[in-house]
């Protein structure tokens, strides 16, 4: 099925259908140098291309270049990210299968009062104004003041967790440095115990682990970590009622927008978002970044040579390693992106780790370089989803 095209479009859709096909696929993605030979060429021949999709999936629109990245970012009464009109992201078997559980009777019966997840939602599956009063709710507490103030914290855990495996000689980096560091900044945030920081990174991979072969779980572990992570996030949402505090689960049980307090479902699809972004992406850049300066070793030599091009560094990492890899959105009417006609209820796909290898807007965008000046990468999103923290 191709939605909104034309004759001689379709021919063109038709060229290397396969490679685009494979898009929809988790898999395609474990071999990063064939997936961008694949976006290199949309960007280069199809910047606007549309991506049959398997699973009985109805296609796509693949969006590859920077600016139109940006264009459709920016413009959520032409493109929409709620729910309602199909999110921000597209389903494949297994993700659909861990959406079915949450949303299902064995956990749903637990919580009858609340339709966790169906009727909440968070804000990042959310259009104006909406998107806005929740944003609003949870700005306060990733403000620059506070965060430059937890910089003490940040520092201090770096230190001690680096200091734990500096006399070991060797050891496995992401569960013991980058997935570390996140869960027990994400436990002070919440102001909770640095002791359930294991839970909440459970959870989290729960959530984003569904495509992952080495985090597939097994059905009833999944609804049991649902059910423990929403009973969770409601007695520690009455905890900062009855008991508010500075930190971040207070400030989205009390604050008030337009004399409204965030309802219990948003809260707990807040709290979810909060986990997860606070710890996938993090952890991702912090391993990725990693894996560069092992891979480029004259680019760490820069770094040592030269702390100043810290900040340098950490924006070239993020572009290079594309936490986020893609999101999507719903076109809410007909349009004309660069030379195609996008039709009312088509789905484009952004592909940030496309539009952080766009050779209009760097020079030699495949090479890792620590003193690269160039426009911010778009790994955090742009417009008003612009991630928040």
């Not at 969006?63 to 992201?89: A, C, E, M």
């Not at 009062?113 to 599956?125: K, P, W, Y």
């Not at 004259?298 to 390693?321: C, G, S, T």
């Amino acid at each position: 099925v191709y939605l909104g095209l034309e004759k001689e479009e379709i021919e063109r859709c038709e060229l290397n259908k396969e490679a685009r096909t494979s898009l929809s696929q988790a898999a395609t993605f474990q071999d990063q140098d064939a997936v961008h030979e694949i976006f290199s060429e949309l960007r280069r021949e199809d910047p606007v291309a549309w991506c049959p999709e398997l699973e009985g999936g109805r296609g796509f629109w693949s969006i590859t270049k920077y600016d139109d990245i940006q264009f459709v970012s920016k413009n959520p009464k032409l493109f929409s990210s709620d729910r309602v009109h199909g999110g921000i992201t597209f389903e494949t078997a297994e993700t659909r299968r861990i959406r079915k559980i949450s949303r299902g009777k064995e956990v749903q019966e637990k919580f009858k009062n609340l339709n966790i997840l169906e009727a909440g939602d968070s804000m990042i599956q959310m259009d104006p104004p909406a998107h806005t009063m929740h944003r609003r709710m949870v700005a306060p507490g990733f403000s620059p003041k506070r965060l430059l103030n937890l910089s003490p914290q940040i520092r201090q855990r770096c230190v001690d967790i680096l200091t734990q495996i500096s006399g070991k000689g060797k050891c496995e980096f992401i569960s013991s440095v980058s997935a570390e560091l996140p869960i027990q900044m994400l436990a002070e945030l919440f102001g909770v115990s640095q002791e359930e920081r294991t839970k909440l990174l459970e959870w989290s991979n729960v959530i984003i682990g569904g495509d992952d072969p080495d985090m597939r779980i097994d059905t009833d572990h999944t609804i049991t970590a649902l059910t423990e992570l929403y009973q969770y996030a409601i007695n520690l949402h009455q905890k900062r009622r009855e008991e508010p505090g500075d930190d971040l689960i207070s400030m989205l049980a009390n604050t008030e927008v337009e004399g409204k307090l965030m309802s219990m479902n948003d809260y707990v699809s807040a709290f979810i978002l909060l986990i997860v972004a606070g710890n996938e992406t993090t952890r991702n850049s912090i391993s990725g970044g990693v894996l560069a300066l092992s891979q480029h070793p004259e680019e760490r030599q820069k770094l040592l040579e030269d702390p100043l091009l810290i900040n340098n560094a950490v924006d070239e990492i993020i572009r290079w390693v594309h936490p986020v890899i893609y999101m999507s959105r719903t076109a809410l009417e007909d349009i004309k992106l660069g030379d195609k006609n996008i039709k009312k209820g088509d789905r484009l796909v952004l592909w940030y780790m496309s539009g952080n290898r766009d050779e209009d807007k760097w020079d030699d965008p495949f090479s890792f370089n620590v003193t690269r000046n160039g426009p911010r990468h778009l790994s955090f999103g742009y417009g008003q989803h612009l991630c928040i923290g």
